[in-house]
């Protein structure tokens, strides 16, 4: 309960607009999560990625990084993905 996954953008590289998924469900289906500070499950400030894996994880309340986490049973996978590029 309460699962968040902040993973800060690696130095020399900048984040690549709209590249967040999601997958969890562990189906290797990834859903395309937007970048702003909303009700999906990820965002981002440019300087960290933040995601709310599980059920009911959700971006809100207001402010990037303050997501509602999600809940995880026992053993379940969550898979979350980005893309930047080197500079």
Same mark, same amino acid.
């Given at each position: 309960t309460g699962v968040k996954v902040n993973d800060p953008i @690696? @130095? +020399? #590289? #900048?984040?690549?607009?709209a590249?967040? /998924?999601i997958d969890n469900t562990s189906s290797g289906t990834f859903t395309t999560l937007t970048d702003g500070d909303d009700a999906d499950a990820g965002e981002t400030?440019?300087?960290?990625?933040? +995601? +709310?894996p599980g059920t009911g994880g959700t971006g809100t309340p207001? %402010?990037? %990084?303050n997501g509602t986490g /999600? $809940?995880?049973? $026992?053993?379940?996978?969550s898979r979350m993905? +980005?893309?930047v590029t080197i500079q």
């Open positions: @690696p @130095p +020399f #590289t #900048t984040y690549v607009a590249s967040m /998924g400030d440019a300087s960290t990625v933040y +995601f +709310f207001a %402010g990037v %990084g /999600g $809940t995880l049973i $026992t053993n379940a996978i993905k +980005f893309r």
